[in-house]
């Protein structure tokens, strides 16, 4: 036979050509699921993105915050029913992805941690099912949400309210905001507006605290024993750190008043010779108890807040900072989130919970809510001694003093209203509470941009413990029936 | 003398048994039934185009069978089979990456087959071939010729490559038929040269035969006329297709390896100056070195590809629910990554299986044409054309070569594609029944 020779060796050249092939296309099915198909640039990922019905997101009441709408053409979109739980919950889009609670919660959101057993899975992928994911359940209240964003309209600034003793958080704003239902339209405009909002200012602020220290240095005092009603001379004096002039949070003449009344006005004076009195070490050790130096996480959310002091560095103070840290307008600066823990922490007779905000979750299909489980320390900053006199200190402060706006009749509400300096401008300070019985209200932080008038901030906090303090009085009128 | 049985059992009268081309036949005609009615659920409704498909297949298949079978002696009818079960999941896979375009192609396959027929039929169809082959060489070369100077892209863009005579509403790839034509030319100019080829002796006159015109004419006539496919048409696949199809030719005919090696010189020679000289060859080469950093821009398509197979893994996403339709132009040029993620690992494996059936079925055909090296030749072009090009459309899909635009024979989308290859089927069947001439 002719050609024998030539054509069998062409033949074997063609088979072995033929398994290469194969081999290569086994090697990208077997290898490329783990490699280039989680490349950012695979449309699959986000076709499969888009497909996802992630899970509704319920306020403590039960009420609907968030959804999921799949449109009659199969299209999935995320509808936000309100716009004053848009900085507490962040957004979610499919070209910029995840913020806020949207962020902190998206494993479960998407159904990432459904458990799903092997038939179930195996049915899904047969059948190309979108993945769904769990609904949950967070500790904002929609009330105490709509109220702060009316009262915060057209400032700038963040508030957070803490439950007292649990640390829930009952609501979060950070104003200016963002609405999540167009966030794709006006990502741009948003992204490089001057007034920020995106940055959550309510836990990633980070602001001179001011005036607001003086809560922590009056604990200072007593602990002390400084005496809380001689009248100090000149107690109402500006403090002048560098070009600063520091003056009370309201207006006074050169007038004396003692260490409780010039807690009550926020007059800085006093505060810098008590500073002065302590010493560097025993400022620093004080404000570190009282857990101004570390940003708590709230696990998920934006990273712990911003740069400045993300190590748990011990706070430096020199000898010839000591005023100007008394006075808050040193290195140290805080988030409204770190002050309204502090509050808490002297609700909860001096021990501050750890705030967080989900509460439950639920699987899709399913009809019961599993509680999230966690341990939750409380972080102790006083002796109960100690925090039920300053409660005392801030009663008399919404009764007599700068905070006086934050007072509503027949509401038990303690409070403190103070100034502080940035950079940019004045800083207006409150930081409240409300409580029905020991140990059990609820804690406010308030900041206001470019605002010299904490007797705003202090109405701001009122208007809001007042709605707080109708809400636990009927829950626990409910709970006694 | 009649040719030797390829077929398990004498064809005539295996109407009620179940022979190995019945079962892939039957394999075949469930396979497109399940698959269109898949497509169908993921559509959410069928169309009377799905089942004008799967009728037009089923009659094809069914009278093109019985005619081989009742006309013939002994047909390889196995290689029907397998050119049906391949066209009828081409058609399946146009219907869902490109469904506009599956009634012309179902079309095309009413005509394929009848051509099929008519070459497998024609019992003088090799002899034929034979005589009038300088005719269908000038006829061949002056459509290429033509196409040179009326080309046309159906597409329409500027940029595409003007491959196409147009008539009317019907668009012809000359480049198709005149692969079939040029094996015809080359098997029979061999098949008489071939014993002078051989004569001049390999190990003996080494010298000789490098510097023979005999070799080197023919080479030299091909690799120029490979060139002009590059330089004039900017039609890569076709000119390496060409020139590889011609070297395996030539080295069947005259024993000499030396030949494959000049050969594969030839085109790395010609890839070199086609890389500095043509755009063309520089962005597939390219691309195939770097697709990586590139995979948002020109390398899109073959990162895509790539995913494609990735997406597929084992069993594949099942029809109609993966997504290659992200990779451009996949309806034509890749086919073959669609049915990756469509059906995955086995699906790839099962395309591949049958190429490999059917060429090694083509090159045993060329192995029983004792005495007849028109014949034996002839089988070793067409298989060689039907292998080489699976592999370097595969290949590059798989960016293990740089890409050619070549179709992947009997599944592309594409008239002249199918009408050839069923063709070229029609003349290895048809050599599988011929008398010695």
Request: hydrophobic share 50%.
């Amino acid at each position: 036979m002719q050609f024998t020779r030539e054509i069998t060796r062409l033949l074997a050249a063609f088979i072995v050509s033929l398994f290469i092939v194969a081999g290569a296309a086994a090697y990208w099915a077997v290898v490329g699921p783990d490699t280039i198909l989680g490349r950012d640039d695979n449309p699959r990922r986000v076709v499969a993105e888009a497909r996802i019905r992630r899970g509704a997101i319920y306020d403590r009441n039960g009420e609907v915050l968030v959804e999921t709408v799949v449109e009659n053409d199969g299209a999935v979109r995320r509808n936000y029913l309100y716009p004053a739980t848009a900085s507490a919950l962040g957004y979610y889009s499919l070209r910029y992805g995840v913020g806020g609670a949207e962020a902190a919660y998206d494993s479960i959101l998407r159904g990432d941690t459904v458990t799903r057993d092997f038939g179930e899975t195996l049915v899904n992928s047969l059948l190309h099912r979108p993945q769904e994911g769990s609904d949950i359940r967070v500790s904002l209240d929609l009330e105490l949400q709509t109220v702060i964003a009316e009262a915060m309209k057209g400032q700038t600034g963040a508030v957070v309210m803490l439950d007292v003793p649990s640390g829930q958080i009952l609501a979060l704003a950070s104003v200016p905001t963002f609405d999540p239902n167009t966030l794709d339209a006006d990502w741009e405009t948003l992204r490089s507006a001057e007034s920020q909002p995106f940055f959550n200012r309510a836990l990633q602020g980070s602001y001179q605290p001011g005036g607001t220290l003086q809560t922590p240095l009056m604990a200072a005092a007593l602990l002390y024993n400084r005496p809380l009603n001689v009248p100090l001379q000149p107690a109402t004096r500006p403090v002048q750190i560098d070009d600063l002039e520091l003056g009370c949070a309201v207006r006074l003449p050169e007038i004396a008043l003692s260490l409780r009344e010039s807690y009550a006005f926020a007059c800085p004076f006093p505060f810098a010779v008590l500073g002065e009195a302590l010493g560097p070490a025993t400022l620093a050790a004080t404000l570190e108890t009282f857990g101004l130096t570390r940003q708590p996480t709230l696990p998920g959310f934006t990273a712990p807040a911003t740069a400045p002091t993300p190590t748990p560095e011990a706070l430096v103070i020199g000898r010839d900072d000591v005023i100007a840290a008394a006075v808050g307008q040193h290195d140290l600066t805080v988030s409204p989130l770190q002050m309204a823990m502090l509050a808490a922490g002297i609700v909860n007779d001096g021990n501050a919970p750890l705030p967080y905000m989900l509460l439950e979750t639920r699987a899709p299909g399913a009809s019961v809510w599993e509680p999230v489980q966690a341990i939750r320390p409380t972080s102790p900053i006083a002796t109960m001694n100690t925090a039920r006199q300053l409660q005392d200190l801030m009663r008399y402060a919404v009764a007599n003093g700068a905070a006086q706006n934050a007072g509503r009749p027949n509401i038990d509400i303690g409070g403190h209203a103070s100034l502080a300096y940035a950079g940019e401008g004045p800083l207006s300070w409150f930081i409240g509470f409300t409580t029905i019985s020991a140990r059990r209200g609820v804690a406010i932080a308030v900041v206001l941009e470019n605002s010299a008038d904490p007797g705003l901030a202090a109405d701001i906090g009122g208007t809001a413990l007042a709605v707080a303090h109708g809400q636990l009085q009927a829950a626990s009128a409910n709970s006694g029936a | 003398m009649p040719a030797e049985a390829l077929t398990l059992e004498n064809a005539q009268d295996t109407r009620f048994r179940l022979t190995p081309d019945a079962l892939i036949l039957a394999i075949a005609g469930i396979f497109l039934l399940t698959n269109t009615a898949a497509l169908a659920l993921v559509r959410g409704g069928i169309s009377p185009r799905d089942i004008a498909i799967v009728v037009v297949w089923a009659t094809c298949a069914l009278i093109g069978r019985r005619l081989l079978v009742t006309r013939l002696r002994q047909p390889d009818v196995l290689l029907f089979s397998l050119a049906m079960f391949l066209s009828g999941w081409g058609l399946v896979l146009i219907n869902r990456l490109a469904a506009p375009f599956a009634e012309r192609q179902t079309l095309w396959l009413v005509i394929a087959v009848a051509g099929l027929l008519l070459v497998a039929l024609t019992p003088r169809t090799l002899r034929l071939l034979r005589s009038f082959r300088y005719t269908l060489l000038v006829a061949g070369l002056a459509l290429l010729a033509s196409t040179i100077i009326f080309g046309e892209n159906p597409s329409g863009l500027p940029a595409a490559p003007e491959l196409w005579l147009r008539f009317g509403d019907i668009y012809l790839q000359p480049s198709e038929p005149l692969k079939i034509v040029l094996v015809v030319f080359l098997a029979s100019y061999l098949a008489e040269q071939y014993p002078a080829l051989r004569a001049e002796g390999i190990d003996t006159h080494l010298r000789r035969i490098a510097m023979s015109p005999r070799v080197f004419g023919p080479i030299l006539l091909m690799w120029s006329l490979s060139i002009v496919f590059l330089v004039w048409q900017r039609d890569l696949g076709a000119a390496i297709l060409f020139f590889a199809v011609f070297t395996i030719l030539l080295y069947v005919a005259s024993g000499s390896a030396l030949i494959v090696l000049s050969g594969a010189a030839l085109i790395v020679f010609a890839g070199l100056v086609g890389y500095f000289a043509f755009d063309v060859v520089r962005l597939r080469v390219d691309v195939w070195l770097h697709p990586w950093p590139e995979a948002g821009g020109r390398a899109y398509q073959i990162v895509q590809s790539l995913m494609a197979f990735a997406a597929g893994g084992p069993f594949g996403q099942g029809i109609g629910q993966g997504l290659p339709t992200f990779i451009p132009v996949v309806h034509s040029d890749f086919a073959f990554a669609a049915i990756a993620e469509e059906w995955g690992l086995l699906g790839v494996i099962t395309l591949i299986a049958c190429i490999a059936v059917l060429v090694t079925r083509g090159l045993k055909l060329a192995l029983f044409q004792r005495g007849r090296p028109f014949n034996a030749l002839l089988a070793v072009g067409l298989s060689a054309i039907l292998a080489t090009q699976s592999l370097l459309i595969m290949g590059g899909v798989l960016k293990l070569v740089p890409l050619t635009g070549v179709t992947l024979p009997f599944l592309s989308y594409g008239g002249s594609s199918l009408v050839t290859n069923f063709v070229l089927v029609g003349l290895l069947i048809r050599i599988s029944v011929s008398e010695a001439a």
